[in-house]
C-alpha cells in the first residue's frame, strides 16, 4: 500500500475546492466531485466536475517526480547597490 498522496485543486472566484485523496480513494472522489455538482447549494458546475474528474484520472498512474534544484543560471542576479 502506497503513502503517496494527489491533491486536485479548483480555484473559483473566492471559493477553494481542495481534494487530497489516495489512490485507493479516486473512484470515491469522482462519486463525491460529482455529489457538489448535483448540489445546488455547492457553487460547482457539471463543467468544473468534468474538468476535475478528468485531472484525477490523468494523476492516475502517474508516478511522482522530485523536485530538482534549479540552476544557478535560472536564477534572477541581485540587484546592484
Same mark, same amino acid.
Given at each position: 500500500?502506497s #503513502?503517496?498522496? #494527489? %491533491? =486536485?485543486? =479548483?480555484?473559483k /472566484?473566492?471559493?477553494?475546492?481542495?481534494?487530497i485523496?489516495d489512490?485507493e480513494?479516486?473512484?470515491?472522489?469522482?462519486?463525491?466531485?460529482?455529489?457538489y455538482?448535483?448540489?445546488?447549494? %455547492?457553487?460547482?458546475s457539471?463543467?468544473?466536475?468534468? %474538468?476535475?474528474?478528468?485531472?484525477a484520472?490523468?494523476?492516475?498512474?502517474?508516478e511522482a517526480?522530485?523536485?530538482?534544484?534549479t540552476?544557478?543560471? /535560472?536564477?534572477i542576479?541581485? =540587484?546592484?547597490a
Amino acid at each position: 500500500m502506497s #503513502n503517496d498522496l #494527489n %491533491v =486536485l485543486a =479548483l480555484i473559483k /472566484g473566492h471559493e477553494r475546492f481542495i481534494f487530497i485523496y489516495d489512490d485507493e480513494s479516486r473512484t470515491q472522489l469522482v462519486d463525491t466531485i460529482r455529489d457538489y455538482a448535483a448540489d445546488a447549494q %455547492v457553487n460547482l458546475s457539471w463543467f468544473d466536475a468534468m %474538468v476535475l474528474t478528468k485531472k484525477a484520472r490523468e494523476q492516475e498512474g502517474v508516478e511522482a517526480t522530485p523536485l530538482e534544484p534549479t540552476p544557478a543560471h /535560472g536564477r534572477i542576479p541581485p =540587484l546592484a547597490a
